[in-house]
């Protein structure tokens, strides 16, 4: 399941009845995590080293907007299990090569049972690929994304207290919008800050609360 913000969110076995508030749930390693990463161990292990953490640079960055763009009606794990698939399959998201693709390559896509078949969001890829390059001669993906994160983060102390989208993800979906991007909008948007460290909203009482070095 997730959020309609496109933050993973635990199924409901995974939490106790003390967490029915949506606030952290203690592991059996004593460790109180927000409750979407309480159970299955990709979404822990993601929460744990990955989710928060500033993430930079042109590539790594396309990748983001690329899984955020497949992830929006699925479940983040469904997307997290097929990440080293959706890698090899689109070149390690180099913006160069995705940005070649033919008809060809987008028929070998909607063959490749290791990633989500869909020929929309698969099309949008490429296109979205050509508008990185295009940037680059604007300051580049890297800086129109980190051009939007906001002065103050949020300090969620349950699930219900994080936001979906905000003023900031609705600037920043206009803006890639603007530049030739498609499957971007505010939800989508506010869920690719969050995943790269821009906002901080692991819940008070998580571990990884604070874990981005921004102001907590």
């Not at 409901?12 to 995590?33: E, K, T, W, Y």
């Not at 693709?101 to 070998?108: E, F, I, K, W």
């Amino acid at each position: 399941m997730t959020s309609s913000a496109g933050t993973p969110v635990a199924s409901a076995a995974a939490i106790s009845h003390d967490q029915a508030d949506g606030g952290p749930v203690p592991g059996q390693d004593g460790l109180a995590r927000c409750p979407w990463a309480a159970g299955h161990p990709l979404n822990r292990q993601y929460h744990d080293t990955e989710w928060g953490l500033a993430v930079r640079g042109e590539q790594a960055l396309f990748e983001r907007v690329t899984l955020e763009a497949f992830q929006a009606g699925l479940s983040w794990l469904t997307i997290l299990a097929k990440r080293p698939a959706f890698r090899a399959a689109f070149d390690g998201f180099d913006p160069l090569k995705v940005a070649a693709y033919t008809d060809t390559d987008v028929g070998r896509l909607m063959a490749d049972a290791g990633i989500v078949r869909n020929r929309s969001k698969i099309e949008a890829t490429v296109r979205n690929a050509a508008a990185v390059l295009a940037l680059r001669t604007h300051g580049g993906l890297d800086r129109l994304i980190w051009s939007h994160k906001p002065a103050t983060t949020p300090v969620p102390r349950t699930v219900a207290e994080v936001p979906t989208s905000t003023p900031g993800s609705k600037a920043l979906a206009r803006e890639l919008r603007a530049h030739g991007f498609s499957f971007v909008g505010p939800t989508t948007g506010y869920a690719l800050m969050e995943a790269i460290g821009m906002v901080d909203t692991h819940l008070v009482g998580c571990h990884r609360r604070g874990a981005s070095g921004l102001h907590t």
